[in-house]
Each structure stands twice: as C-alpha cells, then as structure tokens.
C-alpha cells in the first residue's frame, strides 16, 4: 500500500515539475530558442517591434510624395532623363541660368519647364525649385521644424513671408500630419547638404519683358 501511495505522489509531483515548466515558458517570453544545425542553440531576444524610424518615414513620405520630381534636378542619362542624385533635392542648379521664357502661341498650352524639372513659367512669373539640403547658407540648415512644418501648412515662406508659387504642391502637402511633417523635415536634415544658390523667382512682369527681350 505505502508503495502504491509513493507512486502517485511520485507522479503528481512529476506532472507539477512539467506544468510549472510550461507555465515559466508562456510567462517569459525573454528569449526565442532556436536550434541550428549541427546541434547548436541560437538564443534571439525577443523585443517588441522597434518604433519607426524618423529619417527613414520621413524619406518614405519624401519619395512617395514626388518632391525629387522638382527638386532633384533631372540631367541627361543613357535612357533619357534621370534624377542627377549628386545633387538630391538641391533645387534649381545656380550654374543653370534660363533664358528668356519662350512665348507660347495663343491656346492651351500655359506653362513650359526646365529640362532639369527645377523652372518653370507660367501665369505667375518663373519660379525655381528650392534647395531643401541642409546647407546653412542656401539651403535649410538653418530652419526650425517649425518653420519648416508652418511653410507647408500655410504655403507661405517660413509661415509667414511671402507666398510660396506655383507648381509648388502645397494645397495637397498642408494635409501632411504633424508627424509627417516632422518626420520629413528629419529626413531632409540628414541628408548631404549641396551649396546651391537657388535664384530668386522673377514676377509675371519682370518674365513678360525677359521674354520680349
Ligand atoms: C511640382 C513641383 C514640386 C514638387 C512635387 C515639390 N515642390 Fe517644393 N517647391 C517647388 C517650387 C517651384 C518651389 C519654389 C517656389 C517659390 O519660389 O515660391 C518650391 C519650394 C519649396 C520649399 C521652399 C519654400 C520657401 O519658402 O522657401 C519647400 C520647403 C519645399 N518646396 C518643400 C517640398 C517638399 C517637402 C516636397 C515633397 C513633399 C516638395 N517641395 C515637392 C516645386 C515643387
């Protein structure tokens, strides 16, 4: 009888061992054990996935949003034109001086661009695209993410100056979320500043008597 007894306690306390086991792996979860071949154990920490990164949102936002389309000058490659990315988001090359604003027939037509992408005329003068670098001295080095984020929302330089022209997209980007905004302008910090003295854009009068010259 006593044998018998033995026995069972013998067995309860085994199951015990086995549950608090279980129990132990499904409370710490510290670590994924995992066996590689040839016998050996690889011991990966398990970390709740990491925040996203800043710059690297704020690049996503910047390519998906098309803003290298005006501000990475375009230059001539083997399949056409390409972005001449020595000069990401530098804006309107300063050694590119443009000629007089063709005059366009009477008709539809109603802007004419660079072939770099980076001027444009239309209605509203000649505009050249910004270098949004982080150079201190033409660029936005020396920008706030505040200014930054109250240039896009109220499409007037700085918030504040004077208006932000045509083909400038702002009526799309002043929807960019505080986060975007902030995560953008990371991005536009970390990468190479490019000294690029953007011209400074010419009125619709000023564009009409060029183009007469
Ligand atoms: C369709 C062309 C186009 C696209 C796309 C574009 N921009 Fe611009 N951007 C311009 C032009 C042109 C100017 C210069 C306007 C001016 O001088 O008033 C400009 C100016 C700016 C300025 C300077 C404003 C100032 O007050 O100095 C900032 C900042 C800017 N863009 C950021 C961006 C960002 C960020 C994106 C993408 C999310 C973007 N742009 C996409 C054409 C564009």
Not at 29 to 52: D, F, Q, S
Not at 133 to 158: C, I, N, S, V, Y
Not at 172 to 181: E, I, P, Q, V, W
Request: aromatic share 6%; proline share 13%; charged share 15%.
């Amino acid at each position: 009888m006593a044998d018998w007894k033995w026995m069972v306690l013998l067995a309860g306390a085994a199951v015990g061992l086995a549950q608090s086991a279980g129990a132990a792996d499904a409370l710490a979860p510290a670590a994924v054990v995992e066996r590689v071949p040839g016998g050996g154990v690889l011991n990966k920490p398990v970390t709740p996935a990491p925040p996203v990164d800043r710059v690297l949102r704020g690049r996503y936002l910047v390519e998906t949003g098309g803003c290298g389309d005006c501000h990475t000058p375009l230059k001539m490659g083997k399949n056409g034109p390409e972005p001449d990315l020595t000069r990401l988001l530098s804006g309107h090359p300063q050694s590119l001086s443009m000629p007089p604003v063709p005059k366009l027939p009477d008709g539809p037509w109603l802007v004419v661009s660079s072939a770099t992408n980076t001027a444009w005329a239309g209605p509203w003068g000649v505009s050249f695209t910004a270098n949004l670098t982080p150079d201190g001295e033409t660029g936005l080095g020396r920008w706030t993410a505040k200014q930054f984020a109250d240039t896009m929302r109220t499409g007037k330089h700085l918030g504040f100056g004077r208006e932000v022209l045509p083909p400038m997209p702002i009526p799309a980007y002043k929807n960019f979320n505080d986060a975007d905004l902030d995560a953008i302008f990371a991005y536009l910090q970390a990468i190479p500043p490019v000294r690029n003295r953007v011209p400074a854009p010419v009125p619709p009068a000023g564009a009409a008597s060029s183009a007469k010259k």
